[in-house]
């Protein structure tokens, strides 16, 4: 009887074992994204000699005179002449190139001092000039040059300017320029004085 049972409970284990095969996995694949937030521009022009480009018309060309504005225009524009109620893109000589970036971008411009020679100023950070300060303002192309604040014709400051242009996306090009207001004082020697304008960009706040 004992063999009968056991015989029978072996069959039994066979068959289930053959009914109930193992399962197969399963899987599927999960694909990660990275996209860095990444800004970059390039500037052609990297230079700008007040009344250089066409002149004023009034002092020789290549040279400047004190009280007197200077605009960083075009060759077909004298140096004297400011921008239109609505800046042109032929008013303005620097050329902003984002490609690259992946972000929009807001950028701002500052201005330092101006040293060595006789044209020496410091900036008086407010877009006016004194004795011994210049003033100084920058604009992108489409800026209403009478408003002045960010995103229009925006003061130049030494530190801490204001957005110039905002909002700029990543893949558009656009054009800006700058003036002088140079100081009020007449020069006491002569030799070129140089300044650094520092176009700088940062990323647009979500």
């Not at 004190?66 to 004298?78: D, G, H, L, M, S």
């Not at 140096?79 to 893109?89: M, Q, R």
Request: charged share 10%; hydrophobic share 40%; glycine share 12%.
């Amino acid at each position: 009887m004992r063999k009968v049972i056991v015989v029978i409970l072996a069959v039994l284990a066979l068959v289930v074992g053959m009914t109930a095969p193992a399962m197969a996995a399963i899987s599927e694949t999960v694909v990660i994204t990275a996209d860095p937030a990444y800004i970059t521009f390039a500037q052609a022009i990297t230079t700008w000699k007040l009344n250089d480009i066409v002149g004023d018309g009034v002092t020789p060309k290549g040279y400047v005179a004190p009280n007197t504005i200077y605009y960083a225009t075009v060759t077909a524009i004298t140096d004297g002449t400011p921008p239109s109620a609505t800046v042109l893109d032929a008013e303005c000589r620097f050329t902003v190139d984002p490609a690259g970036s992946s972000l929009h971008m807001d950028f701002a411009v500052n201005c330092g001092n101006f040293t060595g020679g006789g044209a020496t100023m410091t900036n008086s950070g407010d877009g006016t000039n004194g004795a011994t300060t210049f003033g100084g303002y920058s604009y992108a192309s489409g800026a209403t040059y009478g408003t002045v604040g960010a995103g229009n014709k925006t003061i130049m400051k030494e530190t801490g300017s204001l957005n110039m242009k905002i909002d700029n996306g990543e893949a558009t090009t656009f054009k800006w320029g700058a003036q002088i207001k140079t100081r009020t004082n007449a020069w006491a020697s002569s030799g070129a004085s140089t300044a650094n304008m520092v176009i700088t960009a940062t990323a647009h706040p979500p």
